[in-house]
């Protein structure tokens, strides 16, 4: 989807944004000034205009029966649940509460054990998994076809409210963990997006307008020149990097390929497509930051300091993040940020994005089965996916709620916290595959990403290994 060209005061906006990058100080003209001390964020105390966010309307997702209205008999349960990392688990405790007022004779223990994946897949073969688990997209596929998941297309059909929670949740995230095969392998729970965050003292300092303001225009070309108007240097030492380039799959390159018009593998799932030429362009745009231009942060650099110890000492200008970032940089509150939207391609004029979508699985082998399904449709609900949103935990799938997350006067700053939302509008599913897990994907590609930006190997070079690796593993893992 190509973005409006800028007319009106989006080109007043362009032309105040040139003059600021060709006017003033460049990169050897700030080299004399150091980076600041350590700071801390502040909350920007002015009114915020909220954007009213549409709510989508999908389709309906499934048949519901006149069962629907029957309620299972539940036993007396208690029922183990787990994801992969703490931050949520607060929140999903609250939601565990709730259901045990409406249902007594339920208990949900929320757990978030360390080395997850490794523990669950164990778990699982020795028939000690927990009742219910997290998935993530990029993994429901392949744990599906090897029967890791229970089919809850049986639950789907006959539950009326489910229906229509469905109805108002995100249709991206429904079909996902809704079409495999034609069947539910889990219910979707929460998303990711991505965006940048930056530093809006040190935008300001270097007479560059908010980012926020630009947003609609701007593109590879500005960001670029913004990049390397905020670097700065005291002789040899870089004091202050203007843009993290080499920030994974993730958050990283994989929104930039997607920019250029390419992607990591073709929509069959079965093709790695990685050394296209789109690819190669945006892997050399970001490799040069770090390479040629010096204005993103070295290996050397980040081995004492990662990039949000970085952002936070006011050494790292600009940084990709996720959404999953808000709340935390919202607690180190010592000077202004916000985030905005990736920009465009200068050719393609499209944005690029990336989501993992999380949903809520059930264990085939649950003595628990009407017990379980009890707690993953009641996350479905609008009284545990606002629990999400107003902890300001993750980005809750059904749309009303995202309303209440998106919303900085409801969920705090920053002032653009609904870029976040719009980056929906270009953003697809991390890529996954059938047959291979995640970790087995990450292993195709994550040294080939290192020698590129390192310099160690060309793009060209690094790109061609990387595909050849990730064909194999696809070629290997298929039935």
Known sequence: MKNPGPTGNRMTRRKLLRASLIGGAGVAGAAALAGCGETQIVEVEKEVVVEKVVTQVVEKIVEVTAAAEMKPELRSANLRFQLWYPTPVPALKNIADLLNQKYPQLKVEVEAPGDYWTKLQTAIAGGAAPDSWWMNNVNVWAWANKGALEDLTPYVKKDMQVGDDLEQ????????????????????????????????????????????????????????????????????????????????????????????????????????????????????????????????????????????????????????????????????????????????????????????????????????????????KFNLGAEAQNILATTNTLNPVRESSGKLYFDPAVAGGPPNRQALFRARDYTRALPADPYATWGELVKAWVDWERKIFTGELTVEEGLAGMQMQEQELLDSTAP
């Not at 995100?170 to 998303?191: A, E």
């Not at 919202?330 to 993992?356: C, L």
């Open 169 to 376: 949740t995100w249709k991206t995230s429904v079909d996902y963990y809704g079409t495999f095969q034609g069947k539910f392998w889990g219910l979707p729970s929460m998303y990711t997006t991505v965006a940048l965050t930056y530093n809006e003292e040190m935008v300001t300092e270097a007479g560059i307008p908010p980012l926020r303001e630009i947003e609609q225009e701007w593109t590879w070309d500005d960001l670029l020149e913004i990049g390397l108007k905020l670097t700065k240097k005291d002789g040899d030492e870089t004091t202050q990097f203007g843009f993290h380039s080499t920030n994974g799959i993730e958050t990283g390159w994989l929104n930039w390929v997607r920019s250029a018009g390419g992607d990591f593998i073709d929509e069959d799932n079965r093709k790695s497509i990685i050394n296209s030429p789109e690819a190669i362009e945006a892997f050399q745009y970001l490799a040069d930051f770090r390479l040629k231009h010096g204005a993103s942060a070295s290996p050397a650099v980040l081995e004492s300091a990662n990039t949000g110890q970085l952002f936070f000492s006011r050494r790292l200008a600009i940084v990709p993040e996720g959404s999953w970032r808000l709340a935390n940089n919202a607690k180190n509150q010592e000077f202004a940020w916000d985030i905005v939207e990736m920009p465009s391609h200068p050719r393609t004029g499209m944005r690029g994005g990336t989501t993992n979508i999380c949903g809520m699985a059930m264990n085939p082998a649950t003595e628990y089965k009407d017990e379980t399904w009890e707690w993953l």
